[in-house]
Nanobody, 123 residues
């Protein structure tokens, strides 16, 4: 069983920065990637950034390109968020999925989710 636990959310002003962290425990296959998804009230959950843990390749959704960076250290994955905008406000979820899921035209989430962490960007 895989468990994902996020931390690092909070409230910031527009233009601010936050770092989210997710640590995985349990049996996470090397063929699995890790990524971040988010969900705002009234909207579907959407992908933000995903990473192939085997080769280190990364993908970013257009709204966050150039502002967010995904990285990993062993079984921990980070999301560095800079120049935050009010539209970035959401609950952010860590996800683990087969690498093939993340290689689809629109990355598809896998079966393992964290509990979510709230990010609020407001003046």
């Amino acid at each position: 069983q895989v468990q994902l636990v996020e931390s690092g959310g909070g409230a910031v002003q527009p233009g601010g920065s936050l770092r989210l962290s997710c640590v995985a425990s349990g049996r996470l296959y090397s063929s699995y990637g890790m990524g971040w998804f988010r969900q705002s009230p009234g909207k579907d959950r959407e992908w933000v950034a995903v990473m192939n843990r085997s080769v280190g390749s990364k993908r970013y959704a257009d709204p966050v390109k150039g502002r967010f960076t995904i990285s990993r250290e062993n079984t921990r994955v980070y999301l560095d968020m800079n120049d935050l905008k009010p539209e970035d406000s959401a609950i952010y979820y860590c996800n683990a999925a087969p690498n093939t899921y993340y290689q689809e035209n629109t990355p598809r989430s896998g079966p393992h989710w964290g509990q979510g962490t709230q990010v609020t960007v407001s003046s």
